[in-house]
């Protein structure tokens, strides 16, 4: 296999009509994950975390159940609103939780280890109307969803567990009412807080790196790669363009998904087939929000054309260095000589 031909870094960036939309008409998503691993009937870890988007806020430390904040400024945000009052109820509110769950699963005998996961948070629309939600999962399965509306729990998988739990939570009133309140108006009003206070970071733009190559893998066809990485936020446009022209949806045309690196950026690949020697001009376009709006253009130089390039350079070069040898050979004929011209001229 012939090894990847490395063509271009970060080219070109043309003037092209804005795409993106004003970040701050976006729709937030506000979420605590959380798993609670019950090893035997005396014990429980918890763990969790706290996303706005795919930015992290604020884990659960297993070690006391206390929070540990991200940034200074969600700290901040966590002292308005509803926040102080969960804050300060949250260890009697897990410490109940898992008090349940043994509970139940004594009661209907479940095997432990036991492994409870669940997702609650609200969506909060540009024209800020809102949606709370919270799922539960066992064992890697939904088991029940909160429908926030209806202040009510319901099976998400056909068992008795599941019909259980719906039922004995559901008869909790003051629990159904609180946790309506929680997944709409606090969850909604601490999204606010969090993009008032943490504006600046989460906010933050990251500009692609892109990279052009191709690879051979048949004799008959060449694939190329544009590798595109280290952006942020995730939304991103990548395409192939033939002769100026973007090349649709097809079967030569392969995008990869996005990918995460670890410094909360991501990545992904478009891999276009094309004939060798086609004739035809190929570029990677890709527009993102930290380049406004320009776009980056990394062209593929075609590799027909590649050997024409380094043969016209070398021939150049002999030319020169055939010249300088002679205005050398001829200076040194004279008798007149100092290296020194000599090596003005080279230069
Ligand atoms: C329960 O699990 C914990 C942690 O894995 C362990 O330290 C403890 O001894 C176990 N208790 C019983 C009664 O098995
Ligand atoms: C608000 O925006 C969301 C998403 O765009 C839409 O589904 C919803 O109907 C809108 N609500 C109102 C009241 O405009
Ligand atoms: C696209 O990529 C996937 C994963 O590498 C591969 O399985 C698939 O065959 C590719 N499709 C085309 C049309 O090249």
């Known amino acids: 296999m ?19 939309a004003d970040p701050e008409a976006e729709t937030q998503v506000l979420q605590l994950l959380q798993t609670i691993l019950f090893t035997n009937v005396s014990s429980a870890e918890v763990f969790g975390v706290t996303l706005l988007g795919d930015v992290p806020i604020y884990a659960l430390d297993p070690a006391d159940r206390s929070l540990r ?13 509803d926040m102080g009052k969960i ?3 949250l260890k009697v509110a897990l410490r109940n939780m898992v008090r349940y769950v043994h509970e139940v699963a004594q009661k209907v005998q479940l095997d432990y280890p036991l492994v409870i996961q669940s997702r609650a948070g609200c969506v909060l629309h540009p024209n ?22 209806r202040q009510r729990w319901e099976p998400r998988q056909m068992s008795s567990l599941a ?44 500009m692609p790196v892109a990279t052009v190559f191709a690879r051979t893998p048949r004799p008959d066809q060449l694939l190329l790669v544009c590798h595109v990485t280290g952006f942020y ?24 998904a996005i990918l995460p690196n670890a410094d909360l950026t991501y990545q992904l ?43 016209t350079i070398a021939v150049l070069l002999l030319v020169a260095a055939a010249s300088a040898g002679g205005f050398w050979w001829w200076k040194r004929r004279k008798g007149d000589e100092t290296t020194w011209e000599t090596q003005e001229f080279m230069i």
């Open 2 to 20: 012939q090894p990847p031909h490395l063509v271009l870094f970060l080219f070109l960036t043309l003037l092209l009509p804005g795409t993106w």
């Open 69 to 81: 904040f991200h940034w200074p400024w969600s700290r901040q945000a966590a002292t308005e609103g």
């Open 87 to 89: 804050k300060s109820h």
């Open 128 to 149: 800020r109307t809102s949606w709370g939600f919270m799922d539960v999962g066992e064992g890697g399965r939904d088991l029940i969803a909160f429908e926030v509306e």
């Open 163 to 206: 019909e259980l739990i719906s039922k004995s939570l559901n008869s909790k009133k003051a629990v159904t009412s609180l946790l309506e309140h929680l997944l709409s108006i606090s969850c909604q009003s601490h999204i606010l807080a969090l993009c008032r206070y943490g504006r600046a970071d989460l906010e933050r733009q990251e």
């Open 233 to 256: 936020p995730r939304p991103i446009s990548v395409a192939w363009l033939r002769d100026g022209q973007e090349v649709p949806p097809g079967p030569t045309l392969n995008t990869s």
């Open 269 to 311: 690949r478009s891999v276009l087939a094309v004939a060798p020697h086609d004739g035809h001009s190929y570029a990677c376009r890709v527009r993102h929000r930290s380049l406004g709006t320009r776009s980056l253009l990394i062209p593929w130089e075609n590799h027909s054309g590649a050997p024409t390039t380094s043969i």
